[in-house]
């Protein structure tokens, strides 16, 4: 019976491991492939991020758009963008911004080597020093995708791995009032806590992850996710969200 029943068995392991590698790969809160942040400390923080930026399309925009409600944000910068576009990236931190590593050429890290994962770092990590002076401590692997090496790699270069509680998929060309709709969950807590009749003592706050840019190219259009929110920031301010930059939004140290 063993010959039988034995292929079966190497077949449900397989199984079973392929599914754990997706599930620490690419689910947002998993930690199988090592510590990250995905949610803030409190539900007053919200952690607005921005991927694959720096964008000469959108992002003066959105800075214009962020200083009229006070607002500030963690932006994950592409190496090869933010070389391209170094003005902006010190606009961006003259502003009260945080600058984040997104790796140089935005590759899904899944699939890369150890060698790869850590040139792809140390390149955006090295041009972002470059033009602010400072390197970042802060990183978010493309697409969300990480292997056993990615997080790694992050904290060898003093860096903490930021994931999300929310991304409502802005890169999708849908309509504003879609977009809108998506990123309703952002507050819940608070909304909570207003309608309960014994308010909670404690709970976390979200990590928004939104993009300014396209990883493809740039001057990618954002448009929708700059009206989005023009819609949402003040009635989340209304509702007591403080919008914060991913160290303020976290006690955890970077590595």
């Keep these: 019976m063993t010959p039988i029943l034995w292929p079966f068995g190497v077949s449900a392991a397989m199984a079973a491991l392929a599914g754990a590698a997706v599930y620490g790969g690419a689910y947002p809160r998993s930690q199988l492939f090592g510590r990250t942040i995905c949610r803030s400390e ?25 200083d009229a409600h ?3 944000a963690t932006f994950f910068l592409i190496g090869r963008f933010a070389r391209q576009c170094p003005g902006l990236v010190r606009e961006t931190v003259a502003r009260g911004h945080l600058i984040a590593n997104h790796t140089f050429t935005h590759p899904n890290l899944f699939w890369c080597s150890p060698a790869r994962i850590s040139s792809e770092l140390k390149q955006c990590q090295e041009a972002i020093a470059e033009i602010t002076g400072v390197p970042p401590k802060w990183f978010r692997p493309p697409y969300g995708f990480r292997n056993p090496w990615v997080v790694s790699a992050a904290r060898g270069l003093g860096m903490g791995t930021v994931m999300w509680t929310l991304i409502p998929g802005d890169w999708r060309a849908k309509p ?10 952002i507050g819940h807590p608070l909304r ?14 979200d990590i928004l992850c939104l993009h300014d840019g396209s990883h493809r190219a740039l001057n990618g259009d954002r448009t929708h996710t700059l009206a989005a929110l023009e819609y949402w920031l003040p009635r989340w301010r209304d509702l007591g969200l403080q919008f914060v930059t991913i160290e303020k939004a976290v006690r955890a140290p970077a590595a």
């Design 42 to 66: 409190t539900p007053e923080k919200l952690a607005i991020t921005f991927d694959d930026g720096p964008n000469p399309a959108i992002t003066p925009k959105l800075l214009d758009l962020l």
């Design 70 to 72: 006070q607002a500030r």
């Design 176 to 185: 504003v009032d879609w977009l809108i709709r998506r990123m309703q969950p």
């Design 192 to 205: 909570r806590r207003q309608s309960a009749a014994s308010p909670p003592r404690s709970g976390h706050g």
